[in-house]
């Protein structure tokens, strides 16, 4: 992985977490189309899968919540999220460090020793000059900071079994934002299997959406996302000594972060 791809970029108060995926593989045979009737069913099976996963996620906006992204066991982030009260706690391991978040209101507080000319130190970031893909929000719809939605609006099939839903997903439409996000390898070219990649998913009791599995396969790594601690009280404290980002930090956030 490329340090850029260890950097990708910062959403809804925590890292987008990408990894850059390795060459392509062969292309492989292209199953022959499916009898209408048959396409259907698998339309409306599919169908009512999402509708649960997406059900699955409605807690983000209404209790407090935790979230943990592991991409590979290189990347890893463990976030403590309450939109209700706005508070963000983050922290999100690379080879390179370690980034912290803390989010309190309006306020935005970051540590990292990852990018150049910044400091070590807490700084406070000034939204008016956070890159758009940095998306820092409390705001409905970008406020996952396990990102599920992205993922949900790239599956291409799911069944449900119980509170078990697996299916494929298509890597290659995972939206940029945060959690789990891929990037193409030299060339800038997927394998085609990428564009059936397995997943796994499962709800708890409540019908909340507890894990999102994506097993390593077609050149991609192994990443998971999980949530739980649900209605956990995320007390944030604003860091003492903490002063206003260097001009250095606001390049190298987001997508086009450091090289």
């Given at each position: 992985m490329t340090r850029r791809a260890t950097l990708a970029g910062i959403s809804a108060g925590l890292l987008l977490l990408g990894c850059s995926v390795g060459a392509p593989t062969k292309s492989e045979p292209k199953p022959e189309s499916a009898p209408v009737?048959?396409?259907?069913?698998?339309?409306?099976?599919?169908?009512?899968?999402?509708?649960?996963?997406?059900?699955?996620?409605?807690?983000?906006?209404?209790?407090?919540?935790?979230?943990?992204?592991?991409?590979?066991?290189?990347?890893?982030?463990?976030?403590?999220t309450d939109n209700v009260h706005k508070r963000l706690t983050a922290k999100v391991t690379?080879?390179?460090?370690?980034?912290?978040?803390r989010m309190i209101d309006a306020e935005v507080y970051m540590k990292t020793s990852l990018f150049r000319g910044v400091g070590d130190g807490w700084t406070v970031l000034d939204?008016?000059?956070?890159?758009?893909?940095?998306?820092?929000?409390?705001?409905?719809?970008?406020?996952?900071?396990?990102?599920?939605?992205?993922?949900?609006?790239?599956?291409?099939?799911?069944?449900?079994?119980?509170?078990?839903?697996?299916?494929?997903?298509?890597?290659?439409?995972?939206?940029?934002?945060?959690?789990i996000s891929f990037r193409p390898g030299p060339g800038g070219v997927f394998p085609d299997s990428a564009r059936r990649h397995a997943f796994r998913a499962s709800l708890d009791t409540e019908g909340r959406l507890v894990s999102f599995l994506m097993p390593e396969a077609s050149g991609l790594p192994n990443a998971s996302l999980r949530y739980s601690d649900f209605g956990t009280t995320v007390t944030?404290?604003?860091?003492?000594?903490?002063?206003?980002?260097?001009?250095?930090?606001?390049?190298?956030?987001?997508?086009?972060?450091?090289?």
């Open positions: 009737s048959a396409a259907s069913a698998d339309a409306t099976t599919t169908a009512e899968a999402v509708g649960l996963l997406r059900g699955g996620t409605a807690f983000v906006n209404q209790t407090s919540y935790r979230s943990d992204v592991d991409i590979a066991s290189q990347i890893t982030s463990l976030s403590h690379a080879p390179g460090g370690v980034i912290e978040i939204p008016a000059r956070v890159p758009s893909d940095f998306a820092l929000s409390f705001a409905p719809g970008k406020n996952d900071s396990g990102g599920s939605g992205r993922l949900i609006d790239a599956i291409v099939t799911a069944r449900a079994d119980g509170p078990e839903i697996s299916g494929t997903i298509d890597a290659t439409r995972i939206a940029a934002g945060n959690g944030v404290a604003r860091p003492p000594g903490a002063i206003a980002a260097p001009d250095a930090l606001y390049p190298q956030l987001g997508l086009g972060g450091g090289e």
